[in-house]
């Protein structure tokens, strides 16, 4: 078999699309390598959310140029949304590269490849596809891995909502949901081939089955089909939009008991002419508001959060805002930013006028907030046997293995190594604490188990 060099960068959604291009490039006759100097096809799915996902990229690139130079039969190619956003102007600054896809173009990988072994002409495919809604097409015949005992499944890509700092409904194209059967035949296959949890994907997630839908399923139907297919021991989904969260969706929280408890809710900032300007299309108050509805329906939910810091004329009350709403909430876990401007996204417009020392200061005290409110939460657990799904051995020294808690902390743990194996759901007792992650100690079978 030829050999496949493939690095991913941002989210979940690029890491499902590297699994699907692997599987493609598998079928046909690549296997994937972790040696670059070895490959004779070399992938990078890029990431455009913020600037500096884009830097690395391009200084990644710097380093797989001479590669070409010495194998001149080296196939290159750039996909994800960098791609869909530079397109061309990508081949100016790196004439080498053979192919560049963007998301959309996923199923045309075998093809890009085979036209770039048969003429060295470099092909850009940007466009977004135009059917109606969103289909994966099965692939027949065994893969080249099995899935961990956790595994994605993609249920509606791109986004309508249009936050004004947002490159994604750009970059990903308009919202578009796949048909609910598809998504139950892709669990069951996964369940068959060893998947314990599955975790539903969309950039907008709970905007699942608003239209285009030819048998239309709302999202909450879909967490129980989901949920009631026989091996799904936990279902958990990310990412969601706080005004996709309706009453039937708690309630699914409340009453399906796969459904971990917890939701990654980003509210990106906790003032409202801030989150007006963001068009985020709720207040801070209305955010407060549901997080106190689900933890009045679900009392032992965990919240995570996105947050940006430094938008475009935040002052000094206005930020003051957000940490008083992170407290309020006591999120378990953030991802922090220092606001960028995307091309093409209404805020690059404005005037970006908090100086990049400010936006630094500004993240180092969200940080440092989180981190304290992160150990506040964990001190809950500590001490206590809490339920683990072992997603795999723990590359740390003196633990065995590794794994998450339904609230999603992770947990490292000892003990157990002659008779557990990833996939089991196992009691922990916790003993320590370190930033989001527990260490613990193996404490015993945990029922429902290895049925
Ligand atoms: N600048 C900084 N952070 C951003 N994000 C999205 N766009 C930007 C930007 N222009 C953050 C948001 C989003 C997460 C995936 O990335 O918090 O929820
Ligand atoms: Fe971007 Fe907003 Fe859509 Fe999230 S909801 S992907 S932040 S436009």
Redesign the pocket.
């Known amino acids: 078999m030829k050999q496949v060099y493939m690095d991913t960068f941002g989210?979940q959604m690029n890491v499902a699309d590297s699994d699907r291009m692997e599987l493609l490039l598998f079928h046909s006759g690549y296997a994937r390598t972790a040696n670059v100097e070895e490959a004779d096809l070399i992938l990078v799915n890029t990431c455009s959310?913020?600037e500096k996902a884009e830097q690395k990229i391009f200084s990644l690139f710097g380093n797989l140029k001479p590669l070409k130079r010495n194998n001149p039969g080296l196939v290159m190619g750039l996909t994800g949304c960098l791609a869909q956003q530079e397109g061309e102007v990508l081949l100016k600054k790196m004439p080498y590269l053979d192919f560049i896809l963007g998301p959309d173009a996923v199923e045309r990988l075998p093809a890009a490849v085979e036209r770039a072994l048969s003429c060295r002409e470099p092909v850009v495919w940007t466009g977004f596809d135009r059917a109606k809604n969103y289909a994966i097409p099965e692939v027949e015949g065994e893969g080249p891995v099995n899935p961990g005992p956790s595994a994605f499944v993609n249920i509606v890509k791109g986004c309508d909502k249009f936050c004004s700092?947002?490159?994604v409904p750009f970059t990903r194209g308009r919202e578009k949901s796949r048909e609910a059967e598809e998504i139950y035949a892709e669990v069951r296959r996964l369940v068959a081939r060893g998947a314990r949890e599955i975790v539903l994907l969309g950039q907008n997630v709970n905007a699942y089955g608003k239209r285009g839908l030819d048998k239309p399923v709302a999202f909450h139907e879909l967490l129980y089909g989901v949920a009631g297919i026989p091996g799904v021991k936990r279902l958990r989904f990310t990412?969601s939009h706080p005004r996709d969260v309706t009453r039937d969706l708690v309630r699914a929280f409340r009453d399906i008991d796969a459904l971990m408890d917890h939701l990654h809710l980003?509210v990106?900032s906790g003032n409202d002419r801030i989150l007006d300007l963001m068009r985020r299309g709720h207040t801070a108050r209305e955010y407060l508001d549901l997080v106190a509805e689900l933890k009045s329906e679900v009392p032992d939910i965990a919240l995570s959060t996105?947050?940006?810091v430094g938008f475009p004329g935040e002052t000094a009350a206005e930020f003051e805002d957000t940490l008083e709403l992170m407290e309020r909430v006591g999120f378990d876990s953030s991802?922090l930013?220092?606001?960028?401007?995307?091309p093409n996204?209404p805020?690059a417009e404005f005037e970006d006028s908090v100086p990049e020392e400010t936006k630094r200061a500004r993240l180092q005290k969200v940080i440092d907030l989180q981190n304290r409110i992160t150990l506040a939460n964990g001190g809950k657990f500590l001490g206590r046997e809490v339920d683990v799904l072992i997603e795999g051995r723990a590359a740390r020294h003196g633990a065995h293995f590794k794994g998450r808690v339904p609230q999603y902390w992770l947990v490292n743990f000892s003990g157990g190594e002659d008779v557990l194996r990833p996939g089991d759901i196992v009691k922990v007792k916790t003993e320590e604490i370190l930033g989001h992650v527990f260490k613990g100690r193996y404490a015993g079978q945990s029922t429902p188990n290895r049925q």
């Open positions: 989210c959310i913020r700092f947002c490159v990412t980003p990106q996105d947050i940006i991802y930013f220092a606001y960028s401007p995307r996204t805020a």
